[in-house]
């Protein structure tokens, strides 16, 4: 908890109790929720939370790096913990179990900045992976014993 702190605040921003709430959130349940999941979560703790605040903080969250964004079938977006400390903060993508929803993380990449493919200088990408975790893959296997 204390480096998703670190990273809000190194980017400048205020650690809120509703972006504290958040983190503990998504720290808890390591799965990717939806701004409604949130929503309903922080409606618990806070009187007043309409659905714009929480895409604000849960895109905050985003851009300072203590989440990602999750794009799933017909374009539904959830948002996930990144798993990666910050001292280790490097370039890296995400996994996440199409069963469970765990995340887990990838190193590998084999693009860069500034490479040239079919014509095109890159400037960024997002790459997301999907997959089935072993905890999945083992119940699969137990269910048809």
Same mark, same amino acid.
């Given at each position: 908890m204390?480096?998703?702190?670190?990273?809000?605040?190194?980017?400048?921003?205020?650690?809120?109790?509703?972006?504290?709430?958040?983190?503990?959130?998504?720290?808890?349940?390591?799965?990717?929720l939806?701004p409604?999941?949130?929503?309903?979560h922080?409606?618990l703790?806070?009187?007043?939370?309409?659905?714009?605040?929480?895409?604000?903080n849960?895109?905050?969250?985003a851009?300072?790096?203590?989440?990602?964004?999750?794009?799933g079938?017909?374009?539904?977006?959830?948002?996930?913990?990144c798993?990666?400390?910050?001292?280790e903060?490097?370039?890296h993508?995400?996994?996440?179990?199409?069963?469970?929803?765990? $995340?887990?993380?990838?190193?590998? &990449?084999g693009?860069? +900045?500034?490479?040239?493919? *079919? !014509? /095109?200088?890159?400037v960024?990408?997002? $790459?997301?992976?999907?997959?089935? &975790?072993?905890?999945? +893959?083992?119940?699969?296997? *137990? !269910? /048809?014993?």
């Amino acid at each position: 908890m204390n480096e998703a702190y670190t990273l809000i605040r190194g980017a400048g921003l205020k650690l809120t109790p509703r972006r504290r709430e958040m983190v503990a959130l998504f720290l808890q349940t390591q799965k990717p929720l939806s701004p409604l999941e949130v929503q309903d979560h922080l409606k618990l703790h806070f009187r007043q939370c309409g659905l714009p605040g929480v895409y604000r903080n849960l895109e905050t969250l985003a851009d300072c790096g203590v989440l990602f964004r999750v794009v799933g079938f017909a374009r539904e977006r959830s948002y996930a913990l990144c798993c990666r400390p910050v001292q280790e903060h490097h370039h890296h993508h995400h996994i996440i179990c199409s069963s469970c929803g765990k $995340v887990g993380q990838v190193d590998q &990449c084999g693009y860069h +900045v500034g490479m040239m493919i *079919e !014509g /095109f200088r890159l400037v960024s990408h997002v $790459v997301q992976l999907s997959g089935i &975790c072993d905890s999945c +893959v083992s119940k699969e296997k *137990e !269910g /048809f014993s």
